[in-house]
């Protein structure tokens, strides 16, 4: 883990999301729980990271952070995919940035009318959704835990990814195991809450945390209005 320079409450780390994400070496930048504070990174972060940017094609930008001033992003000359879950106003599209995005087709991940699907319309670049975590469970008694997430990805139909995980038979040891399960195309249509796709298509254990699952709502909402237009 490296600490960035330019604030202390931003850090790098060489991260795997699991399988469920975009394939590639990535990127994850965080923050500490100190919300009063507002976070940015600049291209200054890069440099005192001690990484080499050009070894790294997806460049992940959490929540927690509020900007990314010019020349950040341009940092990463081999970059494939953006995957912005950070909830700020816009992405400044400089010159450079333009020409490294259209020259790596890159694709952008984020929300509906995020800066990211603003910023792929402008550019004509492609734009998936970002994947949505919708609920954890863990049974603290056996150390047990099973997450699941509504995932997109290019070229295939949309799926919930359940990871579970459960203690071995020795100190630090974890086994588990995963599930995938295929969804049709438009599996949103007539789920315009989330609890009435909680209803269909989560376990017992999950239910609750799904139906009061804001970001899930706000996709639901808005793919139903989209298809009506």
Not at 55 to 64: A, P, S
Not at 116 to 124: F, I, Q, S, V, Y
Not at 142 to 161: A, D, N
Not at 170 to 194: C, I, K, P, Q
Request: net charge negative; with cysteine; hydrophobic share 35%.
């Amino acid at each position: 883990m490296y600490y960035s320079r330019h604030d202390d409450d931003v850090h790098f780390s060489e991260f795997n999301p699991g399988p469920y994400t975009l394939y590639g070496h990535n990127i994850f930048v965080g923050k500490s729980w100190d919300c009063k504070r507002r976070i940015s990174v600049c291209v200054e972060d890069i440099a005192s990271s001690g990484l080499k940017p050009e070894e790294y094609f997806t460049l992940v930008i959490t929540e927690g952070i509020n900007g990314v001033k010019p020349g950040f992003i341009e940092s990463f000359p081999n970059l494939q995919d953006l995957i912005i879950e950070a909830n700020f106003r816009k992405i400044e599209c400089t010159p450079a940035l333009e020409a490294l995005l259209k020259k790596n087709n890159v694709v952008l991940r984020g929300s509906f009318n995020s800066p990211a699907e603003k910023l792929a319309k402008k550019l004509g670049l492609r734009f998936i959704h970002k994947n949505i975590f919708l609920a954890v469970y863990r049974n603290t008694e056996h150390y047990e835990s099973s997450e699941i997430t509504l995932c997109f990805q290019e070229g295939e139909v949309p799926f919930i990814w359940r990871d579970d995980k459960t203690q071995g038979i020795s100190a630090g040891n974890t086994g588990g195991g995963t599930v995938r399960t295929d969804l049709s195309e438009d599996f949103y249509v007539g789920y315009e809450t989330a609890e009435a796709f909680a209803d269909d298509y989560v376990g017992r254990a999950f239910w609750e945390q799904t139906k009061d699952n804001q970001e899930l709502a706000a996709f639901l909402a808005e793919a139903n209005r989209r298809r009506k237009q």
